[in-house]
């Protein structure tokens, strides 16, 4: 195992970060602007949702660098930026962090479908290895390829990630099919975790979806069809239109309860996904550790 | 037609090359197109989500028919507009403006044409005014709008109120879609109706042409 991987799981479960996106928003990020690229014009704001997570407890917090690849960033008109923007985002999470938390970078999917020939694998592959080196560069422990639906687009993420040296988590979206336990592209979790494993991942996840209760007996197939480390954050649930405006229903004590079965499933890292803030994080750590 | 039960399984399979040549082999043999479309091609494609609802068929299926179904479409849509046919009904689609999360919009708009809609795709991003200025141009029947955060969705709150303060809310029925929408959340702004994928997406478009 990585060096950094075993010191961070001297203790677990290793309590991770929540969502960023909507914590940038109630500081002030307009919608439909790019959240990456405050690392550049608010690096301040950012520092702060880094320093919240810390604060309430994170032993591992993540980076504003989830669309931060060249494709993605294509479509906010940042693609020339991508360096100093992954270089920021990995600077703002370390000086939050200090000692007492582990800075894994953040590389979230391109946003293109690889089966729609949108964008070829070359392109996806490249603009991935970009990313990831820019990361590693800044000072990054790890990279946390997240939010992905598709095995394909994942698994080049994961190889890019892996030639930087640093430990590799590698997290998918599991939210289709009658059961709600497929990715959109119909792999299931024991398929997940074998393609995943052999790409080169060191922990194989799950993140976001339809929230806490689809994702225990996600996280117990994942722990049961692979040796690597499980890491989970599901979302709030859904949201709720209340009065006017969107809501996650489920309370931080709720979440952190619920979590309780995934620290039993044997899940290493746990957090939180779309809906949760730094008091889920802190509910979390009081239940957990 | 016996040789056009091969269309049908060229379409379902997801076969376009197939789809392609017994197309035009029927063409020129005199196949009447809009049967074709009636009785082979959407049948074909009903057939597909049908099997994307029962988990057999996941998104690459349902992309790789979408793409032999409108291989074929491309031969025969000439000889529809020519001879006058109608679509099924006519739908302005994008994602509303701020958000730029095309894959579920793209999914949405290769299903209608499968189910032959008429799809006027007006891409990410898109503003009120410009969906407002293309369902009245293109006399769309439907609107269909999504958005992939709880960030950018009351954007579809924003698009709906705009098209009522445009006077033509009476003229199109709204669907929206997005992994945040929920029911409720569509009541509560006041579209018509919403689907969490593609293929109900058809089921909804089609009950909000009936209705």
């Known amino acids: 195992m990585h060096p950094t991987l075993d010191r961070l799981l ?75 923007i992954n270089a920021g985002g990995v600077r703002i999470s370390l000086a939050a962090a200090s000692s007492r938390a582990t800075v894994l970078a953040s590389i979230g999917p391109t946003g293109k479908m690889l089966m729609s020939e949108e964008v070829t694998a070359e392109e996806m592959a490249s603009a991935f290895q970009e990313q990831a080196k820019a990361l590693a560069e800044a000072g990054a422990a790890g990279l946390v390829i997240e939010t992905m639906s598709d095995l394909e687009e994942a698994k080049l993420a994961v190889k890019a990630a892996r030639a930087t040296g640093l430990p590799v988590v590698a ?8 059961e709600k ?84 499933a044997g899940v290493a890292f746990i957090g939180g996904c779309c809906g949760t803030s730094p008091m889920f994080v802190q509910a979390l750590a009081h239940t957990l550790r | 037609m016996e040789d056009l039960k091969k269309l049908y399984d060229a379409i379902l399979t997801g076969n376009f090359k197939a789809a392609k040549e017994i197309t035009q082999q029927a063409l020129a043999a005199g196949a009447d197109p809009q049967e074709m479309v009636q009785k082979h091609m959407i049948p074909a494609m009903d057939e597909v989500g049908r099997r994307y609802e029962a988990n057999e068929y996941f998104v690459p299926e349902l992309l790789i028919s979408a793409r032999a179904m409108k291989a074929s479409l491309e031969f025969i849509r000439p000889l529809l507009a ?33 189910a032959g809609f008429e799809v006027i795709d007006l891409g990410v991003d898109v503003p009120p005014e410009k969906f ?41 029925k709204i669907m929206i879609g997005g992994a945040p929408v929920t029911e ?13 994928n593609a293929n109900g997406a058809v089921a909804l478009a089609r009950r909000l042409m009936a209705a």
């Open chain 1, 10 to 84: 001297r203790k677990t479960p290793v309590i991770t970060d929540g969502a960023w996106g909507t914590q940038l928003q109630a500081l002030g990020l307009p919608p439909g602007e790019c959240p990456d690229g405050w690392n550049l014009s608010h690096p301040e704001k950012v520092r702060r949702v880094a320093q919240f997570y810390v604060d309430a407890g994170s032993n591992v917090i993540l980076t504003n660098t989830f669309r931060s690849n060249r494709i993605a960033l294509e479509g906010f008109g940042l693609a020339d930026r991508v360096a100093e």
């Open chain 1, 171 to 178: 997290s998918m979206v599991f939210d289709s099919g009658k």
């Open chain 1, 181 to 264: 336990d497929r990715t959109m592209m119909g792999s299931t979790p024991e398929q997940v975790a074998e393609e995943l494993a052999a790409a080169g991942a060191d922990v194989i996840g799950a993140n976001c979806g339809l929230g806490m209760k689809g994702y225990i007996p996600i996280a117990r197939r994942l722990r049961a069809a692979t040796t690597l480390p499980v890491w989970i954050k599901p979302n709030a649930g859904l949201p709720e239109m209340v009065n006017g405006s969107i809501t996650y229903r489920t309370s931080p004590e709720e979440f952190a309860t619920q979590a309780l079965a995934l620290r039993e």
């Open chain 2, 82 to 114: 020519a001879k006058g046919a109608e679509p099924a009904g006519r739908v302005v689609i994008g994602t509303v403006k701020g958000d730029l999360h095309d894959i579920g919009k793209n999914l949405v708009a290769a299903m209608l044409e499968g």
């Open chain 2, 132 to 172: 407002i200025a293309a369902l009245n141009e293109k006399h769309a029947h439907l609107v269909a709008m999504s958005a992939l955060l709880t960030t950018t969705m009351n954007s579809m709150k924003t698009t709906v109120e705009a098209i009522k303060s445009a006077g033509v809310r009476a003229k199109v």
């Open chain 2, 184 to 196: 409720k959340y569509a009541e509560e702004i006041g579209a018509d109706g919403y689907s969490t």
